[in-house]
């Protein structure tokens, strides 16, 4: 329907302005690294103008456009700045190609109501753009940290060879360091250890506790749920200070009493906090997914037969399977990321991951914390795309039409 | 039907009435559905909800100057602390048979380093005249005025037994008193000196700043969610991968990104010298203070923000703000007087987490908040694993604690616990 909106040529001048003003800003970057931004701006701004008003009057052709564009803008970001010039070239050229033409014919219009005020369209493209802002926002941290984790240099910014494109400029040091380095090793496989089992107590203590909860009649089952969920809201550092003085009690009587190895013991304590921790992402994912659980499957099951066990693990836990499961992940995050409780709980031998990267940014600032740091974007890249498809098939298997 | 309640009450199958048979059911349901709740319950309470009221505890428990001098404080009853005189004999021989007793337990340190947090100076002087006080017999060498006053000055001074005085309840309010930059003294509670009130300052600025971080995540989150919750379903589940991904991404990882953006020599600075908008010699101080904690924790709350005010957001039917601009209402009317109260509920959940989750965030403002931009729960943290003041970390942790939980008590009830969604 929106497709069908009338689309019309603009005066040039409209184009013209909008497109310097583009142009300008491209100029800006371009004058900066030649250290004169303002002659940068206006070359930018008169080139800019002169090409759409040249497209438009004299060659009125937009596929050669596109190719002059492209191919000539890739040729001054080669002349300016090498590989990496080449490569904004190319883009930019892309993008004004495409710019000046969506303006001049008004195809910015074409996917939008009729009726709407010129007013409306600019707001409509202004909060567009407010919004990829603060997608920006949200990204731009996290997409940083990778190239400089190749950085062959021990600093935390880009190298000017890096910025060249320079193979030089990178180098895998980082993750080499991380991969031989003692402490680091070892405090990865203290996480390593430490998070699944803490993710297996809380998702087997929570999956049963969710499954009694979803049950009609529980009586206190509000102030039961309140408490259950009280870990995720209690400030980690009183979670830690109580958990601190509890377990330094336990540890006491362990190793004294019943007379433990020490490390076994700490690994305990650290293992029974996080489980803690962990236990009220399991409720909450595995409770709304029993929303969804049909009773009368259940009721089926034993009308043929089937004792309670046998219906919980033929029947329901094949459905509620992807929310455990996302549960799971939870808390295992949770664990992996954990670093308070840690902190006030465990002692040096069950330094975990997380915990070396905390001393390592408040002390010695060493970039192999940003070779770990790109390690963990990929492991949660990994579990977030779990996470998705667990939920479409969660989604599927309870017969609600999949987002 | 009618047979059935003449012959008196309904039978089961087993012949016992149907109602207790229905009840005997229930209650058979019940048990069976807390039972499944029972392990986990039990789990929680013991290593979560016990250790942190036993925690509470700490921050009015005093019992150490009554155990350690537990003769002394008999006889301080009877010395008025008042009347500007030092105490008499008795007490003093009660004081050195204490000391004696704890010096052999090695207990006398320990109340020396408690009576410092009160009056400065008192745990050296503890530890000093601990070495000499030892050689004294507590029969023999009486009397001991004389002798203790030449061991230590301190002892000669009428403020030290009013400040031992002072604290030797059992149960005390000391800890809270100093928790909010007072003190308790033989006059009752006065506020501390002024140098020493920081707690207070503290308290507000964690406050205040939440209250930004807070104000931040909404100015930026509702275009978002806006925007995710009004475009076509294949589109926006892309775009939520971009809000996602960072609430996947470990805390520490974000927080040493920001770390590397904010720095002098960070990506933020060297961009914009480049740019040539701010010179070389002039770089913005963006790290290690309130602005860096503020930035660096929005970033990290955000996505908390987004996700509530996603999901009202996506039950808004956008029919309402058609029929509205159908009857002549503006774009501006139509989004204020029909779109936006009807966000409202996305907001408040969206702010009561990110304000609970915030006003208790330790690890990014110890990163990079430096000194002018820590919260409450950085000095918590310093009172336990620094200055070794718990009952006083213990205080600061209550009162933080009745904050969250009264938040949490109001989310509950415009939200619902139940309700939380992740992902």
Redesign the interface.
Known sequence: MAALTPISRKPLSVVLPTVAIAGGFLG??VG??Q?N?LLGIVIGAALMAGLAWLYINVLDNERVARWITILGLAAIGFFFAGITGLIVGLLAGWFFAFFIFWLYEGRYRQKLLPYMTAG?VL?HYT??V??GA??V??????L??LP?SFNAQD????TPEMLRLDPEGYSLKHYRDFFTNNEWQRSFKNSLIIAPIATVISVT??T??A???S?????GR?A????????M???????A???????SDIGRFLEGTLGMNKNFVGYVKVV??H??LG?P?VI??V??TLVGFDQSLTRAAANMGAGPVRTFFKIQMPLILPGVI?GGL?AF?TS??E??VVL?VGSASQKTL?WQ??TG??EQ?SPT??AV?TI??VI??A??TT??LL?RRSERLRGLTP? | MTDATQSGPMLAADGTPLKKSLARS?RR??L??????A???L???L?????????LF?SVENGIVSQTLPLTVVELQNWDAESGELPDEALYAAFAKDMVAAIDAKEHTKLGSRLNYEQTGMSSMFRQSGRKIKRLDPEADAPFKEKLIEIHDGWGDVNIWRVIKTHAVPITNGYFLNAVDMQRTPEGAQAQPEDKRILIKLFGRTLFMSLIITGSCIL?AY??SY?LANLP?RVS?M?M??????F??????????????L?Q???IN?TLV???FVADDARLVIINNQFGTIIAMT?IL?PFMILPMYSVMQTIPPTYTRAAKSMGAT?WTTFWRIYFPQSIPGIGAGSILVF?LA?????TP??VGGTKGVFI?NR??YH??SSLN?GL??AL?TI??AV??LL?WCY?KIVG??N????
């Open positions: 800006m970057f900066a690294g250290d931004v409306q707001w909060f567009r407010i919004c603060i997608f926002f949200l990204i731009t941290p996290i940083v940290v400089l600093f935390f910014t880009f203590l929570g049963l506790a499954i009694g909860l049950q009609s009649h529980v009586p509000r039961i749920m309140g408490i259950l969920i009280s870990p809201i209690v400030p980690l550092i009183i979670s200070t109580g958990m601190f003085f509890f377990y029974l906090a489980a803690v236990i992402f909450i994912t409770t709304a996302s939870f995050i992996f990321d670093v308070v006030f997380p990267m905390f940014l408040r600032i914390i940003l740091a963990l974007v949660s890249i579990l977030l996470v998705e939920r987002a | 229930l349901r019940k069976r559905a807390l039972a499944l709740i392990p986990l319950l789990f929680v309470l290593s979560f909800v016990i250790p942190i009221v036993s925690m700490r930026l275009p978002i925007l379903m589940n775009l991968i971009l809000v996602l991904l960072p996947w991404t470990s805390l520490l990882v974000r927080t040493s990104a920001w770390k590397v953006m720095q020599q960070g990506v060297e480049w740019l040539g970033h955000l774009n609970i006003i208790g965030y330790y690890i110890e990163i729960s918590i943290a336990i694993s718990w970390a213990a942790g933080l604690l969250v939980l949490y509950d616990i139940d939380v969604k992740l992902g």
